[in-house]
């Protein structure tokens, strides 16, 4: 009942921020809402917009600068104050371009609105209005675009480089370079055939990597395509699989009505590192839930295994055997299914039979009614009584044949 009653609540102030920000929207424009610059017929210049006040209200903005090519970009009014008789203001800005320019850059004169209230139940809904500069370079002699993809062929990764020429010439020899490091990071170099393009065109330049020498992981692609003589990079990560943490270890004894240590591993089998790991444990006896904790969160390495060391309630759990479902959470957003291990809660006279396992951190109370510790002590004292029972005999005979041995 109180979860539905939240959910409603959040609804409701959704609804009030999203009509507070539609009505934010309108009450705030600017005019004209982009500026076009071709840089090949200017350097430096001057301009200016107009930020306006429709419904004339009350309010402050700070006007600020955004985006790739920012630093070329200088507003010269940094404030506006509005007043419900102020319906519009402009905003000046100045243009220095750099010798060489990037075709197609752009940046951000950024209008944000400021509340003038300090009430700290106040709900203010901020919205922010931008003012786009494009900057349009011409094109040189030699330009291209590059990007990968990747596609699976059953035995192989196919690694596509699509590459399109926007320069001024045709192009003669074009050719992309592939590089990756593989499972055991040893680097795998893939040359694409090389092709002509002529002004316009758009040709995939395709290379093939076998399966075997990745394995599951996430493994940076880097493609490096020469055109004449000049170069281009572009990096792409490819997927291989889906990210996976496995419970290889939960401790298969314990001690009923009692507070016991624990201990449970997990595997990570990503070779990037996964954040923010913990197990959801649902306690079940006799197919019925009875408990459910949840342990605390920790960070895996790649490919690397990290123990989890806590402490389980079992205070009022009596001598049984119990089910215990874990589901792997990690990075907030994957979730594992559920995978269950099966432990014995034991009474103290069973208990003290068993002896805790010295090569297990933090686990609680090992199996089977002998360990391997008590087989080895049990073997070791044979091995010297019967030492001792064969010297003891070997004096007794030469005692009763000194005459002999004299």
């Known amino acids: 009942m109180k979860t539905k009653q939240f959910s409603i609540v959040m609804v409701l102030l959704l609804l009030i921020i999203v009509t507070l920000n539609l009505s934010s929207v309108h009450s705030l424009g600017l005019r004209p809402a982009k500026t076009q610059i071709f840089t090949e017929n200017t350097s430096d210049m001057e301009g200016s917009f107009w930020v306006v006040n429709n419904d004339q209200e009350d309010f402050k903005a700070k006007i600020y600068v955004e985006g790739p090519m920012d630093k070329y970009i200088i507003v010269k009014t940094t404030q506006l104050q509005f007043s419900k008789e102020i319906e519009f203001l402009p905003v000046d800005f100045e243009v220095h371009l750099p010798k060489v320019l990037p075709p197609n850059s752009s940046a951000f004169i950024v209008v944000e609105p400021q509340s003038d209230s300090n009430e700290p139940n106040v709900v203010s809904a901020r919205i922010s209005l931008k003012h786009r500069i494009n900057l349009i370079a011409p094109y040189p002699d030699k330009y291209i675009t590059a990007s990968i993809n990747f596609h699976d062929n059953g035995q192989e990764y196919e690694l596509v480089s699509a590459v399109k020429n926007l320069g001024k010439k045709d192009l003669e020899n074009v050719q992309t370079t592939f590089y990756v490091n593989d499972k055991e990071q040893k680097p795998q170099i893939l040359e694409t055939e090389s092709a ?211």
């Open 196 to 406: 002509s393009l002529a002004q316009k065109e758009e040709k995939l330049l395709k290379a093939n990597l076998d399966k075997t020498y990745l394995t599951q992981g996430e493994f940076e692609v880097k493609a490096v395509t020469t055109f004449d003589d000049l170069q281009m990079e572009v990096t792409k990560n490819l997927l291989v699989g889906r990210p996976e943490v496995d419970i290889t270890y939960f401790d298969k004894f314990f001690l009923a009505n009692a507070i016991n240590p624990y201990s449970l591993d997990l595997l990570n089998k990503w070779n990037k590192e996964v954040s923010n790991v913990f197990v959801e444990v649902a306690v079940k006896k006799d197919d019925q839930k009875i408990d459910e904790f949840r342990t605390k969160s920790v960070e895996i390495e790649g490919l690397q295994t990290e123990r989890i060391n806590d402490y389980f309630n079992a205070k009022d759990k009596n001598p049984g055997t119990y089910s215990f479902d874990m589901v792997v959470n990690f990075w907030n957003t994957y979730k594992m299914e559920t995978k269950t291990f099966h432990s014995e809660l034991l009474t103290p006279e069973r208990s003290n039979l068993i002896v805790r396992p010295q090569n297990v951190a933090g686990s609680a109370i090992n199996d089977g009614s002998q360990t391997t510790t008590s087989t080895g002590k049990i073997i070791l004292f044979a091995i010297i009584g019967l030492v001792v029972m064969g010297i003891a005999g070997f004096l007794g005979y030469r005692y009763k044949h000194r005459e002999e041995y004299e």
